[in-house]
């Protein structure tokens, strides 16, 4: 007897499927917890401001505002039908037609880690060091502009994308070398300002001019929310810095 036709299902446990479902609502809250007093502690910021962040980033991940569209001149392939002496021929054309891209800004991915790097720049944390972690910021924020825009690719019918481990690695070495040519007084802060603004202005701001022209219908910065590069810099950054530099 042959093979043909034969199919082999491992066997599925119920029991099995519902200790992983329980597992996985157990450890998530735990996860979420650790990570926020951890980024709590990084930033200097409330716990509990942390943890509504999170959630509010999580939820915000499903909203995006509209702030435009950009529209570009594309060429269209068109056909006239053409008859005469009672034969009806189809002759191919050029045409120009608009195509608009819509530009949307996430909530969860763009807004938020905005407001909490304004929130930052203005945080007494900032101010020991005066002058001196404001100039830090501009240098992380420009060599992560710098880095993040050379790396990242603007796709045809997608948007802009940017290698993951690109702008958390280009904040952190930034960070450090600022670091040792002047020790600062709040390197974390200085880390978490700088990625985020850096990926934003390098990856999404300073690529919208190439946008128009991808046939892509939408486009949002911050992309799909907490999964985007803006808020996995800000967070990823955080907690390198935090573990290289304490």
């Excluded at 608009?100 to 991915?109: A, E, I, Q, S």
């Excluded at 934003?200 to 910065?221: E, Q």
Aim: positive net charge; hydrophobic residues 55%; aromatic residues 8%.
């Amino acid at each position: 007897m042959g093979y043909e036709g034969r199919r082999v299902f491992r066997p599925v446990s119920v029991l099995y499927l519902l200790l992983l479902l329980f597992a996985f609502i157990l450890l998530l809250p735990m996860i979420f917890l650790f990570l926020g007093r951890l980024l709590a502690s990084a930033l200097g910021l409330p716990p509990w401001w942390v943890g509504v962040f999170l959630l509010l980033s999580l939820v915000g991940s499903f909203v995006n505002v509209p702030v435009g569209t950009l529209k570009s001149r594309v060429p269209i392939l068109t056909v006239k039908e053409v008859s005469a002496f009672g034969v009806t021929w189809q002759v191919p054309g050029v045409g120009v037609g608009v195509e608009k891209t819509h530009v949307l800004v996430n909530v969860g991915g763009a807004v938020l880690p905005v407001l909490v790097s304004a929130y930052l720049l203005g945080l007494p944390l900032m101010l020991p060091g005066g002058f001196h972690e404001y100039v830090a910021v501009g240098a992380v924020l420009l060599a992560v502009t710098v880095i993040v825009n050379r790396s990242a690719q603007v796709i045809e019918g997608f948007g802009v994308a940017t290698p993951a481990l690109v702008p958390p690695l280009a904040t952190l070495m930034a960070t450090v070398l600022v670091n040792y040519l002047s020790p600062l007084q709040a390197p974390v802060q200085v880390a978490y300002i700088g990625g985020t603004l850096g990926t934003l202005i390098g990856a999404d701001l300073l690529n919208l001019h190439r946008v128009r022209d991808i046939g892509a219908p939408i486009v949002s910065v911050g992309g799909a929310g907490t999964f985007d590069g803006i808020y996995l810099t800000g967070i990823v950054s955080v907690l390198l810095v935090f573990l290289v530099l304490g």
